[in-house]
């Protein structure tokens, strides 16, 4: 029989954001500080969303069931905005501390989907589909470097993998709903086709969704869950039952 608990801090009942995870696993934890920290609200400034523009429409680097793909732009307080939102984190920690999306160009960032703690965006070779997997087990496949957009515009960025130089994550051309994320290496012919430089190209953004001022991480048994008092979602997936595992 399962032992299902809920979460409480202070007056607020926690929800954690799943679509269907409650597993969660203390191990030999003596204090509740040991598998649920708290989550800086200063974290909110290193949340970015990166889009595309083609025509009348824009789309969205997304996280769609563990593979990365250009989606429709969401409205905030949707899953579609949770999943299409993620925190740049600094591969070098000994770097200038993130204030902004726009201060990380120029310099090599994991991207950690925000409702997924722990999990980590990572290419997968040359022509390989864009995915998500445990931080642990990136292999530096998730490291990437932030330059100014190969198409030569102000506002946009690309992104270099740190392990294959010269390669990017490319949409495609055809800019349809559900495109997946690819990594595909420059060449040099390439550096004088436009129809390369534009869907290497992204719009680096704010976040969509933002941390609460009252968040929290716990440690799960398959991946870790964003805690946030239930009466700050909106139309997001959450869970307020939990099984507590030693």
Not at 29 to 58: K, M, V, Y
Not at 101 to 108: D, F, Q, R, V, Y
Not at 206 to 227: C, D, H, Q, T, W
Request: contains cysteine.
């Amino acid at each position: 029989m399962i032992d299902l608990s809920m979460l409480l801090y202070e007056t607020y009942l926690l929800a954690g954001l799943t679509f269907d995870g409650w597993d969660i696993k203390t191990g030999s934890a003596t204090s509740f500080s040991d598998w649920i920290t708290t989550n800086p609200t200063s974290h909110n400034s290193h949340l970015a969303s990166l889009s595309q523009e083609s025509g009348s429409s824009s789309f969205v680097f997304s996280n769609s069931n563990q593979s990365i793909t250009m989606e429709k732009l969401p409205e905030a307080g949707t899953n579609a905005a949770l999943h299409a939102t993620f925190r740049l984190i600094l591969k070098d920690a000994t770097s200038l501390k993130v204030m902004s999306p726009k201060e990380a160009i120029g310099k090599s960032v994991i991207l950690e989907p925000i409702d997924l703690p722990g999990m980590v965006v990572v290419q997968q070779g040359t022509n390989g589909n864009f995915g998500i997997t445990n931080s642990e087990s990136s292999r530096g496949s998730s490291s990437f470097r932030l330059v100014a957009g190969l198409d030569g515009k102000d506002r946009t960025i690309s992104m270099e993998s740190e392990s294959q130089k010269g390669c990017y994550a490319y949409s495609g051309t055809n800019y349809n709903l559900g495109t997946s994320i690819k990594l595909k290496c420059l060449s040099e012919c390439d550096s004088f086709d436009e129809d390369y430089k534009k869907p290497n190209s992204f719009i680096l953004k704010e976040g969509i969704s933002e941390y609460v001022p009252i968040s929290f991480i716990a440690k799960g048994m398959k991946r870790n869950f964003l805690l946030t008092p239930l009466l700050c979602l909106r139309d997001e997936s959450y869970t307020v039952y939990f099984n507590i595992q030693d």
